[in-house]
């Protein structure tokens, strides 16, 4: 069973940057894929970024160009880079995981994929 902890959320003027980190609980090598994924108040979940056991990355378009998803194999941890932020992107983010590869190179942000997932960690831009 996989724990993940969120932290690095908070708050930001618009156009500033913050960096998620997600700790996993046990070693996240390249057996594993990953993903961000937020959700604001009375919206559906959104998948942001994701990472595949090989390291290829995905982004949804609304985040594509200011998000930068990366992982740390030897600290167990997965980031979320996030600049040029933007009201639109308050939310609380999720980061969630899965022993294996992504079915397909389209897969990843749709939540399904995951088995594991961490408590959240609030994000919220002002204007």
């Known amino acids: 069973q996989v724990q993940l902890v969120e932290s690095g959320g908070g708050s930001v003027e618009a156009g500033g940057s913050l960096r998620l980190s997600c700790v996993a609980s046990?070693?996240?090598?390249?057996?594993?894929?990953m993903g961000w994924f937020r959700q604001a108040p009375g919206q559906e979940r959104e998948g942001g970024a994701r990472?595949?056991?090989?390291?290829?990355?995905r982004y949804a378009d609304s985040v594509k160009g200011r998000f930068t998803i990366s992982k740390d194999k030897a600290k167990n941890t997965l980031y979320l880079h996030m600049n040029s932020l933007k009201p639109a992107d308050t939310a609380m983010y999720y980061c969630?995981?899965?022993?294996?590869?992504?079915?397909?190179?389209?897969?990843?942000?749709?939540?399904?994929?995951?088995?594991?997932w961490g408590k959240g960690n609030q994000v919220t831009v002002s204007s």
């Open positions: 990472i595949d056991s090989d390291g290829s990355t």
């Open positions: 969630a995981a899965e022993y294996g590869s992504l079915p397909s190179v389209v897969a990843g942000l749709q939540g399904y994929e995951y088995t594991y």
């Open positions: 046990e070693y996240i090598d390249s057996s594993y894929c």
